[in-house]
């Protein structure tokens, strides 16, 4: 095999969704909905394939079919308040997932450095160093000593953020809300970082795929926004997660010509384009939230009220067993701290050779799993993952405790 796919073969999601399976447990670590997209959407897919246009079951346009390009641009460009051109700023591409690899592929050389923030989501990690770079780690950390009850406990602390820019620094990856703490990075906190952006010429690779599930009335702001870094970032969306339909597959990257372009080599290069009625149907998704900007019958609007009550009942649930929720302001997910729990995993298969919480989930999900299974039904896509002051890295850079007890 080549050389830069050396050490990547375990994945986290292959594994757990095996497990699952095999022990018939819901998987709530993948992160998808156990319902349907909005009619609307659902609707305009049907059109799309049903409908007179045959050619909407051929090839478009490489970097993004036009109608979704168009309505993009004119939806992000009221948003972020700025001109956005549909066909040099938006690279469209097979989810938010091959937007990141396009992204990193075509900045990201040979002994560039990468900043993750950890807890992040796991590709990351073998993307960069796919591009031949290597991953420079900073966590997030509890703000006091007292209990983190909220993702919004959890903070970057500035001097060690800025110890981690070098002169070989090429980039800071921001997801925002986090996956999997769930986190909603404030104006100021973002500021902190765009500073270090400007101030040593690096990249910003921003995941917003869950830009709308926002809770509690807390605001996603995008870093593209702050004065001067629309020429330093990348950022990345996911109609999959904005529309509840993540297996549609259709992301996208966002930026300026200069750093977008490279991104539209390396996918014309693999994918060339993804499968057009889906864009098609996406683009009315947008076209029908234009519409409804700001008003009552908005999804964007709806939708986050929806997960935030499933997110209260998914809490209230993992305390009556045990668990303590850290809060997550935004995202499917949630964290849960299992120290009280204090589980004895003697006999659990591969002791001591992985970290504490994917031994801890793989024994829940061969103990506790029949045992519970009429007890917690599933309310969210979460995870459930060992509390851990980020000292151990391999314990909190995953997102590993992906299946939960139903
Ligand atoms: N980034 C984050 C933070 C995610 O949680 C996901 C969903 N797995 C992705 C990117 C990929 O999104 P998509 O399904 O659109 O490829
Ligand atoms: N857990 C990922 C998400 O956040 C999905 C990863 C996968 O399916 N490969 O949705």
Same mark, same amino acid.
């Given at each position: 095999?080549?050389?830069?796919?050396?050490? =990547? $073969?375990?994945?986290?999601?292959?594994?757990?969704?095996?497990?699952?399976? !095999?022990?018939?447990?819901?998987?709530?670590?993948?992160?998808?909905?156990?319902?349907?997209?909005?009619?609307?959407?659902?609707?305009?897919?049907?059109?799309?394939?049903?409908? $007179?246009?045959?050619?909407?079951?051929?090839?478009?346009?490489?970097?993004?079919?036009?109608?979704?390009?168009?309505?993009?641009?004119?939806?992000?460009?009221?948003?972020?308040?700025?001109?956005?051109?549909?066909?040099?700023?938006?690279?469209?591409?097979?989810?938010?997932?091959?937007?990141?690899?396009?992204?990193?592929?075509?900045?990201?050389?040979?002994?560039?450095?990468?900043?993750?923030? $950890?807890?992040?989501?796991?590709?990351?990690?073998?993307?960069?160093?796919?591009?031949?770079?290597?991953?420079?780690?900073?966590?997030?950390?509890?703000?006091?000593?007292?209990?983190?009850?909220?993702?919004?406990?959890?903070?970057?602390?500035? $001097?060690?953020?800025?110890?981690?820019?070098?002169?070989?620094?090429?980039?800071?990856?921001?997801?925002?809300?986090?996956?999997?703490?769930?986190?909603?990075?404030?104006?100021?906190?973002?500021?902190?970082?765009?500073?270090?952006?400007?101030?040593?010429?690096?990249?910003?690779?921003? !995941?917003?795929?869950?830009?709308?599930?926002?809770?509690?009335?807390?605001?996603?702001?995008?870093?593209?926004?702050?004065?001067? =870094?629309?020429?330093?970032?990348?950022?990345?969306?996911?109609?999959?997660?904005?529309?509840?339909?993540?297996?549609?597959?259709?992301?996208?990257? =966002?930026?300026?010509?200069?750093?977008?372009?490279?991104?539209?080599?390396?996918?014309?290069?693999?994918?060339?384009?993804?499968?057009?009625?889906?864009?098609?149907?996406?683009?009315?998704?947008?076209?029908?939230?234009?519409?409804?900007?700001?008003?009552?019958?908005?999804?964007?609007?709806?939708?986050?009220?929806?997960?935030?009550?499933?997110?209260?009942?998914?809490?209230?649930?993992?305390?009556?067993?045990?668990?303590?929720?850290?809060?997550?302001?935004?995202?499917?997910?949630?964290?849960?701290?299992?120290?009280?729990?204090?589980? !004895?995993?003697? !006999?659990?298969?591969?002791?001591?050779?992985?970290?504490?919480?994917?031994?801890?989930?793989?024994?829940?999900?061969?103990?506790?799993?029949?045992?519970?299974?009429?007890?917690?039904?599933?309310?969210?896509?979460?995870?459930?993952?060992?509390?851990?002051?980020?000292?151990?890295?391999?314990?909190?850079?995953?997102?590993?405790?992906?299946?939960?007890?139903?």
């Amino acid at each position: 095999h080549a050389r830069r796919i050396e050490g =990547m $073969e375990k994945n986290i999601w292959l594994e757990f969704t095996q497990l699952a399976a !095999d022990c018939k447990a819901v998987n709530l670590g993948q992160g998808f909905p156990d319902f349907s997209p909005p009619d609307f959407v659902k609707k305009a897919f049907v059109q799309a394939t049903e409908g $007179e246009d045959f050619i909407l079951h051929q090839y478009t346009r490489a970097f993004g079919h036009p109608a979704l390009v168009k309505i993009l641009s004119r939806f992000f460009g009221k948003i972020m308040g700025r001109q956005i051109d549909p066909l040099g700023n938006i690279l469209v591409t097979v989810g938010a997932y091959e937007a990141l690899f396009c992204t990193f592929q075509a900045l990201v050389d040979e002994g560039d450095e990468v900043i993750l923030i $950890e807890p992040f989501f796991d590709c990351y990690e073998p993307m960069v160093k796919m591009a031949g770079g290597h991953a420079v780690y900073v966590p997030l950390r509890p703000v006091s000593t007292g209990a983190a009850l909220s993702s919004s406990d959890w903070v970057l602390d500035p $001097e060690e953020l800025a110890s981690k820019f070098t002169k070989h620094t090429k980039a800071i990856v921001l997801n925002t809300p986090n996956n999997p703490l769930g986190k909603v990075y404030k104006r100021e906190e973002l500021q902190v970082i765009a500073d270090l952006c400007v101030k040593h010429g690096a990249l910003c690779i921003s !995941d917003e795929v869950y830009e709308w599930h926002v809770y509690d009335g807390a605001e996603h702001v995008k870093i593209a926004t702050l004065p001067g =870094m629309w020429e330093h970032t990348i950022t990345i969306g996911s109609a999959g997660k904005t529309f509840s339909a993540t297996g549609w597959k259709v992301g996208w990257a =966002m930026g300026p010509d200069h750093l977008l372009k490279h991104a539209q080599t390396v996918h014309q290069n693999c994918v060339y384009h993804c499968a057009t009625a889906a864009q098609e149907a996406v683009a009315h998704g947008f076209q029908r939230e234009l519409d409804y900007f700001g008003k009552p019958e908005s999804y964007f609007l709806q939708f986050p009220r929806q997960l935030q009550q499933k997110r209260s009942r998914l809490a209230q649930s993992l305390l009556a067993v045990g668990m303590q929720p850290i809060m997550p302001e935004g995202g499917y997910f949630l964290i849960a701290d299992i120290s009280t729990l204090k589980a !004895d995993l003697q !006999d659990s298969s591969d002791a001591n050779q992985e970290p504490y919480d994917y031994r801890f989930v793989k024994w829940m999900i061969k103990n506790k799993v029949s045992a519970y299974s009429k007890q917690v039904p599933v309310w969210l896509q979460s995870q459930c993952l060992p509390f851990t002051v980020p000292s151990t890295r391999r314990t909190l850079k995953t997102t590993s405790g992906s299946v939960l007890l139903r």
